[in-house]
């Protein structure tokens, strides 16, 4: 019957209607961390490599918006960092030829634990790294 083929349109325009805002509002660019105070975060520079860290500034501020810009100088690593109830903060892929961000702004000061998430190697479990915040 005519009139159902036009209830049947009538619905499959609205579900494209639904998809395409769906769709739309999921490529709206996604906001970034909120820096306090509108701050700028500290750029720390990591390298991972076989088997250790290298990390431009390894003590920061209670408080501090903090960006690892992460990269490995030889396989891929996982970079992961830890509090001293071995929770995991925050954590990325290293890998050759990319760098990967993280964002983290540590409210407590302590002894933060950076370990490598992913089997590199023979000397995977040496891959640990120290964060001091004050
Ligand atoms: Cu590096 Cu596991």
């Known amino acids: 019957k005519w009139y159902k083929a036009r209830k049947f349109y009538a619905t499959m325009l609205v579900v494209f209607l639904f998809a395409m805002t769906i769709h739309t509002l999921r490529d709206l660019p996604y906001e970034m961390p909120v820096y306090g105070q509108g701050k ?3 750029v720390v520079d990591v ?5 250790g860290w290298n990390m431009s500034q390894t003590e920061f501020k209670v408080g501090e918006p903090i960006e690892f810009d992460v990269t490995s100088k030889d ?10 109830d071995n929770q995991m903060l925050a954590q990325t892929q290293a890998m050759p030829g990319y760098t990967n961000k993280v964002y983290i702004t540590f409210d407590k000061p ?9 089997y590199c190697g023979l000397g995977h479990h040496l891959m640990t790294g120290k964060i001091v915040v004050k």
Not at 47 to 51: G, N, R
Not at 75 to 84: A, D, K, P, T, W
Not at 112 to 117: A, D, G, I, W
């Open 47 to 51: 390298e991972a490599m076989q088997f």
């Open 75 to 84: 396989v891929n690593h996982g970079f992961g960092i830890y509090n001293e």
């Open 110 to 118: 302590g002894t933060y634990e950076v370990l490598c998430l992913e």
């Open 40 to 42: 700028e975060a500290t």
